[in-house]
């Protein structure tokens, strides 16, 4: 059974500075892994898709990589800033089914 | 583009009462989701539709909650009694359908959510 596990709960750090977001899973047979922003009281925004056969995908700050042997993804954000404060989720769709299984997330808080 | 719109954006009832809430997904978008998600946990599947076909209901319960998806678009997601138990936000997304195969354009959009307090 794919568990998608994102460690930590929750982080906090100083503005400005560079933060790595885990995410890992059980089954590497996956379709595709997504990172998702999720703002108190709202809906969740896809900012990153990483197909089983890439190895990473960049837009703007953010950079998520794949490790599928190892089932491990990370999102990296440069420079952060007070307004990237939010929930990030991963999740995963099971190649065999196309199901979506998610992390908890991890909940990060950029102090100005 | 108006992105995914659910309605009501709240919803506040008693239990033992009945409750819907409904989804219009992104035009052209065959795969439609709903989700469940409770505070501080990642969101859990209700159902899912390929066009008007539920693929994927394993975990919605029966007993109480119903879906349809009519002509492949809008759909609704009923309870009925509603439990305290069901207090929950509500989440619909919709995506091109995987079964086309990997691509970017398989990312999920979600709406905003319908939160539902039962009493």
């Known amino acids: 059974k794919q568990e998608v596990t994102q460690i930590p709960a929750a982080l906090s750090v100083p503005e400005g500075e560079n933060l790595v977001l885990n995410c890992s899973f059980t089954?590497?047979?996956?379709?595709?892994l997504q990172w998702f922003r999720q703002d108190p009281g709202k809906g969740l925004t896809s900012l990153l898709l990483?197909?089983?056969s890439q190895r990473e995908q960049t837009s703007g700050r953010l950079n998520a990589s794949l490790d599928k042997s190892s089932g491990r993804s990370t999102l990296y954000i440069a420079a952060s800033q007070p307004g990237d404060s939010a929930t990030y989720l991963c999740?995963?769709?099971?190649?065999?089914?196309?199901?979506?299984?998610w992390g908890a997330g991890t909940k990060l808080i950029i102090k100005p | 583009e108006a992105g995914v719109v659910q309605s009501p954006r709240y919803k506040i009832i008693e239990k033992k009462q009945p409750v819907a809430f409904w989804c219009n997904p992104i035009?052209?978008?065959?795969?439609l989701y709903w989700y469940r998600q409770n505070l501080g946990q990642g969101p859990e599947l209700l159902i899912r539709?390929?066009?008007?076909?539920?693929?994927?209901d394993s975990q919605l319960p029966k007993d109480r909650f119903s879906a349809e998806r009519l002509k492949g678009v809008d759909s609704t997601l009923k309870i009925q009694p509603a439990e305290l138990g069901d207090s929950a936000v509500y989440l619909c997304?919709?995506?091109?359908?995987?079964?086309?195969?990997?691509?970017?354009?398989?990312?999920?959009?979600f709406g905003a959510g319908s939160r539902l307090t039962v009493l």
């Open positions: 997304a919709s995506s091109l359908s995987l079964a086309l195969g990997p691509s970017g354009a398989n990312v999920l959009t």
């Open positions: 999740a995963v769709i099971l190649d065999s089914n196309y199901q979506l299984i």
């Open positions: 089954d590497s047979a996956i379709y595709n």
């Open positions: 539709y390929e066009n008007e076909e539920a693929v994927d």
């Open positions: 035009s052209g978008h065959n795969t």
């Open positions: 990483i197909q089983s």
